[in-house]
């Protein structure tokens, strides 16, 4: 049972690009709320603010590339998707983001308190990236072709 997503996830809890009035340039927002269809709430995944959604100007294009970029990234490593399944096209940014920061991921214990965002190495899955958290003790995490719920802060 493979978990799909579309790259573009336009739904309460999906994440966007949009220009945050805080840091003042386009981030990587998660949509809290939405009125007809169209985005209207917004919270910026880099500095936490909540506020109404303003479109990156020249989005449509920008997306195009992002997904041929993608799609080209995705022919190089073919042996991830050799085993049938899909590679995220999140992950393989969120990936490329964290070879960029020189940053290592953590390794995964059960009773580590983690958060969204950070990146850890699992024994069995290999990469994830820490996509939301469960108070008190789960998390989602993404690895390359499907979203775990992970146990952490367990003492
Ligand atoms: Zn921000």
């Known amino acids: 049972m493979a978990y799909t997503r579309p790259l573009a996830d336009i739904r309460v809890g999906g994440e966007i690009d949009a220009v945050c009035t805080r840091c003042r340039v386009i981030t990587i927002h998660r949509i809290v709320a939405m009125v007809d269809g169209q985005v209207r709430r ?3 995944l880099s500095c936490d603010s909540q506020h109404n959604y303003h479109q990156p100007p020249g989005e449509k ?9 993608v799609a080209k990234d995705m022919k190089k490593t073919s042996s991830f998707s050799a085993g049938g399944g899909r590679v995220f096209a999140m992950w393989m940014e969120s990936k490329q ?7 290592s991921p953590r390794a995964y214990n059960i009773k580590d308190l983690f ?9 069995k899955f290999g990469l994830g990236f820490v996509q939301k958290i469960i108070p008190p003790n789960k998390m989602e995490v993404m690895f390359d072709n499907e979203i775990k ?6 003492s």
């Open 149 to 154: 719920t992970l146990a952490m802060n367990v």
């Open 97 to 103: 983001a964290l070879a960029d920061s020189g940053a």
């Open 61 to 69: 294009r920008q997306i195009t590339e992002k997904v041929k970029r």
């Open 42 to 44: 917004v919270i910026c």
């Open 115 to 123: 958060e969204a965002g950070q990146a850890l190495n699992h024994p």
